[in-house]
Each structure stands twice: as C-alpha cells, then as structure tokens.
C-alpha cells in the first residue's frame, strides 16, 4: 500500500490563506521527509470549505521543498477549465515537477461553484468526455484537428511543451456511482474513493467489482485509493473532541452538493443532515485515537484490497501544530504497521 496526504484547505474560521497555504506548504515538505508517497490536492471555489482554487499552482509551488514525492489532484474539476489551456498547464507542471505528476480529474458536484463559473451542471458528463479526448490529443498529437460539440479545432493545431512523462501523466479518477466505476475501469485508470459515503461493505463490493471490470476490458491490477479522516492523539477521548471538525467538513460538503447550503461572505454553516451517519457509525469510519486504534482501522482498507490510502490530516481548521504532530506520529507509528500488512497480503 502506498500512503498520500490530502490537502483541501478548508476553514471554518475563515484563517487568512495566508496562513493556510503557508501550513499546507510545511504539511507537504514533512510528508516528504517522512516516507509518504504522493500529496494530493483538491480544487474548490468561493468558500471557507476549501482555499485550494488552483490545485496546479500550489503543486509547482510544493514541489521544490518536497523533492520526492508525487503529486496528484483530488480532483482538478475538468469542467471549470478550457481544456487546451488546462492540458499546457498540465503539461508544463509535469515538467516543473521533473515527471513526478499524477492527474486526478473528476467531474465537480457543486451547483453554486457552476453557477459562478457560467458552467452547466447537467452538461458536465459530457463536456468532462470531451475534454479528456482533447486533452489527450494535445499530449500526444502534432497538427492535430478535433470536432465536438464543445471545441473544435479547425485549423491544424500543435501544443507545447509536451508532458515530461508519455504519452502523459497517469491518470486517476474520483469514483462516486458505479456508473463511474465501470467506465474507469474499462478505461485502464486508477480510482480515488472517499469513503465516508459508504459502509465498508459497500466498499468491498465496489472494490471486486472495480477489479472484475478492469480484468474484463484487459487492464492487469486494481489501482484504487481510499480517503479518510486521520488524527493520531495520545488518546481515544482526546480525538472525540475534534470529531466535530470531520462533521463540518462533510457537513458542508453535502450541503453544497444538494445545493441547500447556509453561506454568507464566504463562511459556511455546517448544518446536520436528516439521513447522515450516527455518531458511532462515523466513529467507526474514522482513523482517529490513538497509533493501535489507527493501525486497527486502517488494517481493514488493506483487507478490502485498496493499494492507495489518502490520508486527510488537515481536517476542519484542526490547528497546524497539532496536524504536524499527528502526521509524525502517523508515519512513526502507523505507517510501518500498516505497510507490513499490506506487503504480506501482497
């Protein structure tokens, strides 16, 4: 099993992003130090859930003061962007991060950050499949042509620079139904889950049914990451004291999603959801307390077969001294633990 730190930046504080960017940068350069394998960043607009707008930029920031990680996007949402300028900033980010590039891409779910940016929600499946067709010809085409209802490219056109790593990057997708999971899975690309969604039962399921699906369209292995929420403390008691800051984070997420959100100057209000998890089902879904109750719970993700876990340690506005310590202790205590499972079942 691989292990990566996710970064979305959010503040329910609303904490200058001067100060949230300048955390997330240190979080990335120590997760570097410590072994971790990737860092991935998210993308979202127009409110304290999350600072990260430009996953791109930050991750060629980072990159020089963590010279041996991968990078990834959780996701870039392909529809927010023109996609022959996102496919040269790609590109050009490959390069600057000498080949050490992974792209996560997904659709978006948030109809307000739609609304803003003058995209249409209910053509983002279709738009999305088109710019990943034009994006692909830009990497790996010359004087190239492209005809689709979105773009089109009439007159010969060539993209520089290409992508250090070819034919590009490899790519990874944000898995939310089983329509999606299927057709990532005939596509050959890597799946993200995050998996406070569903029960692990269901994330047993989806997972066989991600590996029949590839084995069925030719694509050897199962490349899958599970996210979570991750607080390594001295204590049980003193992680249940931070729960909250979990639940605002999903919390804001599903409002948004549903498009029932409380915001006002860019502040969220984390309002509880009529159908969401008890507080000892989200408990149980947590990698939260102390090194054995985390080992523990992530020994189960190995068990369900994920190659990838994502873990998200700035959760919620948890203060940065205190995300520093419990990465430490993660990748002192935990990490090794979990990574000789991992390599027993391998």
Partial sequence: MQFGTFHLIGSPDLAPAEQRFKETLEQIALADQLGFDYAWVAEHHFSNYGYSVNPLLLIARAAGAAPR?????????????????LAEDIALTDILTDGRLDLGLGRGYQPMEFRA?????????????????????????????????????????????????????????????LQTLDWV????????????LFTRQQLSEWRERF?????????????????????????????????WQTRWQRRVADRLKQDDYRLSGGRNEAVPLPDEASDEEWWDRLVYGTPERCIAQLKRDVYIGFTGFMAWFDVGGIPGDKVIKSMRRFAEEVMPAVAEVGAARA
């Fill in 211 to 243: 590996v029949q699906k590839r084995a069925e369209a030719g694509h050897p292995g199962a490349p899958l990451w599970v996210q979570r929420f991750v607080y390594v403390t001295d204590t049980d008691d003193e992680a249940r004291e931070a729960v």
């Fill in 117 to 177: 940016l003058e995209v249409e929600i209910d053509e983002n499946r279709e738009l999305f499949l088109e710019q990943l067709a034009l994006m692909q010809k830009c990497w790996t085409e010359d004087d190239f042509t492209f005809d689709g209802r979105h773009y089109q490219i009439r007159e010969p056109l060539t993209i520089l620079p290409k992508p250090l790593q070819r034919p590009h990057p490899p790519i990874w997708m944000a898995i939310q139904s």
């Fill in 185 to 196: 899975a005939a596509q050959g690309y890597g799946g993200m889950m995050a998996p406070m």
């Fill in 69 to 85: 990680l991968r990078f990834g996007q959780a996701v870039i949402v392909t529809p927010f962007w023109q996609a022959v300028r």
